[in-house]
T-cell receptor
Framework: GAVVSQHPSRVICKSGTSVKIECRSLDFQATTMFWYRQFPKKSLMLMATSNEGSKATYEQGVEKDKFLINHASLTLSTLTVTSAHPEDSSFYIC??????????????FGPGTRLTVL | GENVEQHPSTLSVQEGDSAVIKCTYSDSASNYFPWYKQELGKRPQLIIDIRSNVGEKKDQRIAVTLNKTAKHFSLHITETQPEDSAVYFCAATVGGGGADGLTFGKGTHLIIQP
């Protein structure tokens, strides 16, 4: 149980285009999902908290107009990188918590999306 | 906000020896401390976690200790094996139903020498 999927796993795009990444909780409902970014050989950095039915909460320094988050249902959150540039190339990982589980604090991570902007 | 420091950045140990990785955190409200193992290009995998109402937790060869007063927690791996080689991250957050994401340490590259 507690499986999180992401799509696509890898994407290459041209500079200036927008890319949408999907994060799904497959066997549980998630009112809250989290988006992280990881640069090569670096740690994971929390970008934003995605809240079902309301606006996302962004971490300091993360541009909300560049990284659009939509959490339209209890099992799906999307991250859209708008007008992507080479510096946005990174590994984007989502996570979700299953609050119905006894271990409700545990975050389950998706497999990540490798974004390369040319 | 929370700040998590992790040491060392690289740790090389002989197979069979023990490995210890240490982390400190800054926010006294944090009460959930997971440890993740990440292999190259893969998602982080939870290996053990601890809540602030517990001082120590053990799962076979892996143990975590927490000192709330000093705000530090450590990962202990005994009888290390080659498959333990990976990058390990500590993290901290305010749990208990809160909506806070995880603040990660910078990671430790653990190398098990055969």
């Amino acid at each position: 149980g507690a499986v999180v999927s992401q799509h696509p796993s890898r994407v290459i795009c041209k500079s200036g285009t927008s890319v949408k990444i999907e994060c799904r909780s497959l066997d549980f409902q998630a009112t809250t999902m989290f988006w992280y970014r990881q640069f090569p050989k670096k740690s994971l950095m929390l970008m934003a908290t995605s809240n079902e039915g309301s606006k996302a909460t962004y971490e300091q320094g993360v541009e909300k107009d560049k990284f659009l988050i939509n959490h339209a249902s209890l099992t799906l959150s999307t991250l859209t990188v708008t007008s992507a540039h080479p510096e946005d190339s990174s590994f984007y990982i989502c996570s979700a918590r299953d609050l119905t589980r006894e271990t409700g604090n545990e975050q389950f991570f998706g497999p990540g999306t490798r974004l390369t902007v040319l | 906000g929370e700040n998590v420091e992790q040491h060392p950045s690289t740790l090389s140990v002989q197979e069979g020896d023990s490995a210890v990785i240490k982390c400190t955190y800054s926010d006294s409200a944090s009460n959930y401390f997971p440890w993740y193992k990440q292999e190259l290009g893969k998602r982080p995998q939870l290996i053990i976690d601890i809540r602030s109402n517990v001082g120590e937790k053990k799962d076979q060869r892996i143990a975590v200790t927490l000192n709330k007063t000093a705000k530090h927690f450590s990962l202990h791996i005994t009888e290390t094996q080659p498959e333990d080689s990976a990058v390990y991250f500590c993290a901290a957050t305010v749990g208990g139903g809160g909506a806070d994401g995880l603040t990660f340490g910078k990671g430790t590259h653990l190398i098990i020498q055969p």
